[in-house]
């Protein structure tokens, strides 16, 4: 028989009219059994529960009603339902725990916390440890802004063993106070987490970017404890400016990785930059170098400067060896070895110039050989070496030059036979120069000649003529064959002596035109005027000859020529050299150096345009403006190689004498290219700007 509801509800209603209350609940007790979720049913039980004193059954129909409208999504009313309960029996964990996720929910955190803490008291009372802790938590994730109830939730997680889970939330923290501009807290948090997690490498390295963040390099340093974080933290040390600190922190991360090859590299660079070469070979080797040119040049010079010479040539063979356009980085390091270890110099730079030989560069590899021997004077080896390749490369002036330096070298070594046989060459080559004599008498006296003045000019008369090893003198000679005597000559016809003018006082040898032989006789030139001579003045000028033929010149004249071809090819070739020098020394830094070797390439026209412009732009990069200006409108004065070079180099000027102030100047080039080029670069606009300045006055 099916269960009727409406009478069990009027029955009821006759038991709480005639006051039987327990009928009443029993009547209802049915409805409940039958229809568990007539809510109102119940709700209307636990109130007669209540009023008959059974308190205990009437909080379990409440209970179970807020429970199904809770997970019905009624929260009010289930709230409501709670805190009836919570009148019954005030500290009911579960209408607190229930209630306060209500108010959670809805926003109502003050409520949400004051029933957390009630239940948090209520366990605390009965020492249950875990169970506060399990509180604490649940407050912290209330809400995201209050860290100090989430870093008190994050010491409870670590009070129930959840050590994970509270180094976890205290980095979030800390990441989110970072986020919010407040380190220090930040810092603060991740110090706890580190303290709960001595092993976190995350929670470390978060915290040593935290210090190195604020500017606290000293707890930082304290923080760093491995060779990765000790690196980071020199490259940071060293962007700041702190160098001692960066060394430190270096040598610190090179014990704990003493296997690292780009560590030791690093400090060796460090060291070698400080001039502490001795630090810098504890950590520098051919290992560690590997295969970076850099690094191997820095092994080189720390061996060559320090006491394994040996090995550090050995680098350098291999250095050109693997790269030989290293070889002027060579030579300019064997330049700073001269002016302390000058024979590890040399050989350095010795090494350079038959590098530079193998790719038959001979003006490149004269050049480091005259710069050592302008840093090291009289060091006979390296002039020998370097007359030698001037030899094989044809370079005669610098071999002129290497030679008389040479001889000097002999003399002062006390060397008389090597130095008397190139003083004689010198002469024989050029017995017009007062130095080459000069040469030659010194070397006499060293050899004890009792009468060196008289040797001196027993040989500029022609009496006992000097011999050269210049065959260029000789003009052409005929073949010989090897074994076969040459046949004689035949007689040469005799040639009438010219009869002197009659206004002559005295009789001058005839002298053939350019050194040329006339027809059968034979090359030779006849010196029979002495050296003083040369330069003493006649007592009176001679008359002039009526109709000079147009191919004879007087002894005077031809010297003169030659002095002068001489000092052009050799005043060229320097030129030439002191460029090659110049652009090395840019190339490596040395800005003074290279401005003077510059200064002297730049007198030679054929060189003007390459060595003044760089020059100009030497001083344009140093602010050195009316300098700039200056060299610029040198090199604007020389041809230049191609149109755009020349296009390059007004704008430049422009551009500078602009930036200088000088307006009207700058107008009147970026006009005239823009005649010129037209479209070139942004001559245009700047045309139009300054014309605009220039109208403003």
């Known amino acids: ?134 509180i604490q938590i649940r407050l912290g994730s209330l809400d995201p802004e209050d860290y100090e109830a989430r870093r008190a939730a994050a010491a409870a997680r670590i009070q129930i063993e959840d050590l994970a889970g509270g180094i976890e939330e ?19 948090a991740l110090t706890e987490a580190a303290k709960l997690g001595p092993d976190d490498r995350e929670v470390h390295a978060r915290l040593l970017d935290a210090f190195v963040e604020t500017g606290d390099f000293a707890r930082a340093r304290q923080c760093a404890t491995t060779a990765d974080e000790l690196r980071a933290l020199a490259t940071t040390f060293e962007s700041k400016g702190h160098d001692a600190e960066a060394l430190s922190a270096l040598c610190d991360a090179a014990r704990l990785a003493p296997d690292d090859a780009d560590l030791k590299a690093r400090l060796a660079r460090t060291f070698v930059a400080r001039g502490e070469m001795a630090r810098a070979a504890e950590y520098l080797t051919v290992e560690t170098a590997g295969s970076d040119p850099a690094l191997l040049m820095m092994l080189a010079e720390m061996h060559l400067r320090g006491d394994q010479a040996e090995q550090g040539l050995a680098v350098v063979r291999r250095i050109l060896a693997e790269d030989p356009s290293r070889r002027e980085q060579i030579a300019i390091m064997g330049w700073t070895l001269a002016e302390t270890v000058p024979e590890v110099g040399f050989r350095t730079i010795e090494m350079a110039a038959d590098a530079a030989v193998a790719q038959s560069d001979w003006a490149s590899a004269a050049a480091a050989l005259q710069e050592f021997v302008t840093r090291v004077p009289n060091h006979i080896p390296a002039l020998m070496r370097l007359v030698e390749i001037c030899v094989d490369g044809g370079l005669e002036a610098t071999m002129y030059s290497a030679q008389a330096q040479l001889a000097d070298a002999y003399i002062a070594a006390g060397s008389a036979a090597e130095a008397l046989v190139i003083a004689e060459d010198l002469v024989a080559r050029e017995p017009w120069e007062r130095s080459n004599v000069e040469r030659f008498r010194r070397a006499l006296e060293l050899m004890g000649e009792p009468d060196p003045e ?68 034979e090359h030779e030139i006849d010196l029979t005027i002495s050296l003083d001579s040369l330069d003493a003045e006649p007592d009176a000028p001679p008359e002039p000859e009526p109709e000079p033929q147009p191919r004879s010149d007087n002894l005077d004249g031809v010297f003169e020529r030659l002095r002068s071809d001489a000092a052009k090819r050799t005043a060229n070739e320097q030129a030439r050299q002191a460029y090659v020098r110049g652009t090395a020394l840019h190339e490596s830094g040395d800005l003074d150096g290279a401005i003077a070797a510059l200064k002297e390439a730049s007198r030679a026209p054929s060189l003007r345009f390459e060595a003044a412009s760089l020059l100009a732009r030497i001083y344009r990069k140093r602010g050195v403006a009316l300098e700039a200006i200056e060299w610029f409108e040198r090199a604007a004065e020389a041809p230049a190689p191609t149109a755009d070079d020349a296009h ?50």
Do not use: C, W
């Open 1 to 134: 028989m099916p269960f009727d509801r409406a009478a069990t509800l009027r029955n009821a209603e006759k038991f709480l009219r005639q006051g039987k209350l327990d009928s009443a609940i029993a009547e209802y007790l049915r409805i409940v059994e039958d229809q568990p979720r007539d809510l109102n049913a119940a709700n209307t039980l636990g109130d007669l529960y209540q009023r008959a004193g059974k308190t205990d059954k009437a909080i379990e129909q409440f209970i179970r009603i807020a429970d199904s409208l809770t997970e019905e999504g009624f929260l009010s009313k289930a709230a409501a339902l709670y805190k009836k309960v919570l009148k019954l029996r005030p500290d009911d964990e579960h209408a607190l725990m229930q209630g306060a996720e209500i108010a959670a929910s809805q926003g109502l955190l003050a409520d949400a916390r004051t029933y957390l803490n009630a239940v948090a008291d209520r366990r605390r009372n009965r020492k249950d440890v875990r169970g506060v802790a399990q």
């Open 170 to 188: 205290l980095k979030n923290i800390a990441a989110e106070l970072a986020e919010k501009g407040r380190p220090a807290d930040a810092i603060a």
């Open 454 to 521: 008289g040797v001196i000019a027993e040989r500029l008369s022609g009496q006992s003529p000097f011999t050269s090893t210049d065959l260029t003198l000789l003009g052409d000679l005929p073949d010989f064959e090897p074994h076969e005597k040459a046949p004689a000559p035949p007689p040469a016809p005799p040639v009438e002596e010219p009869a002197p003018p009659a206004a002559a006082s005295t009789a001058t040898p005839p002298v053939h035109s350019s050194l040329e032989p006339a027809d059968g006789a």
């Open 648 to 697: 390059l180099l007004l704008y430049e000027l422009a551009d500078t004498l602009e930036s200088s102030g000088e307006v009207a100047r700058a107008l009147a080039i970026f006009m005239a290219l823009q005649s010129e080029a037209d479209g070139y670069r942004d001559v245009g606009s700047r045309v139009d700007r300054l014309s605009k300045v220039q109208a403003r006055g």
